[in-house]
């Protein structure tokens, strides 16, 4: 085997995660191979070094700065809740007037083209229907005005 | 009281629950943060923001996997985003060109030392500098292993890989500090 795989296999030995059989044979090998014994060593003292770099610790006041900027963050979230409410609740709100507003022009436009035929003597068409009469000269404008005060 | 219960009752909105949740994880995740930041520069803000997406994604976490894997996701992502906007920062501070660009960007010890302990923060930041050196991918997996001390099953987990690649990172990881670290820790009493 060749050093790589020792020391692939010392790696597995500091971590405990070696079979009883390669155990017996990495101990034959470190009894001869210093090169060997020395990466051991080392990585033996990795855990340790590492270790004591992380040495930190926040203390009491920590947990307390964690809930106050959950309450600060909660706040700002019901904040944007309200606004948005408002907003959805405004855009609602001008839909249905919009909505209400085009069904009563629909509503009328269908009244209208539901409606009767104009006839003759319609309000609108009045003078029209006047003017046409008077062109017979049979008719005078007194009979005109009866016909229409009549109607 | 076990985490699953007190993760159940945070969710719920028991501030009480949560907070416990916080004491029992804070030494861990702020020496997490400076392991893999390498400084404790901001250090406090990054550990409450870590509890705070914590708090925000609980109604996400679904119990397959372990607390712990879980917090250790979200702040290893956080640290990830911390590097990248702390490296554009410092690309775009004219700091950056005065030095010529060759300063690391989490080199400073926010805190001064007493002078006895000197010595301790010396070796302390050359542990932190080695393993700032190393690839994320094998700091990560050092870090889990001799810091939190998990299983290799766990790690697996934790990272989302085989067994067989938690052997061969641990065994490159800790091949490439042993050999940036080779002097000092051969000089320790």
Partial sequence: MTHEIWKELI??????????????????HLATCSECRDFQED??????????????????????????????????????????RLARNTVMGLAFTVAVVLAVMASMRSREANAPEPTILTASNDSTAARVLLEHEE????????????? | MDDIELIRRARTGEEA???????????????????????????????????????RSLPRFNFRSSFFSWVYRITVNLCIDEI??????????????????DQRVLDHPAHSTPADDLLKEERRQMVLDGLQALSPMHREVLILREYQDLPYEEIARVLGVSVQAVKSRLFRARTELRNRLKDYIRGEP
């Fill in chain 1, 11 to 28: 790696s597995r030995h500091v971590d405990g995660e070696t079979t009883p059989e390669e155990e017996r044979q990495l101990h034959n």
């Fill in chain 1, 43 to 84: 990585l033996k003292q990795l855990r340790p070094a590492i270790r004591e770099a992380a040495v930190l610790d926040l203390g009491p006041s920590f947990v307390v700065t964690v809930n106050e900027r959950l309450r600060e963050e909660e706040s700002r979230i019901d904040s944007w809740i309200a606004v948005e």
């Fill in chain 1, 139 to 151: 008719l005078t404008k007194g009979d005109v005005l009866l016909a229409v005060v009549t109607k």
């Fill in chain 2, 17 to 55: 629950a949560f907070s416990e949740l916080v004491r029992r994880y804070q030494r861990q995740v702020a020496n997490l943060v400076y392991l893999t930041m390498g400084t404790r520069d901001g250090l406090e803000d990054l550990a409450q923001e870590v509890f705070i997406r914590v708090h």
């Fill in chain 2, 84 to 101: 990248r906007k702390r490296k554009i920062r410092r690309a775009l501070s004219l700091e950056f060109l005065a030095d010529g660009g």
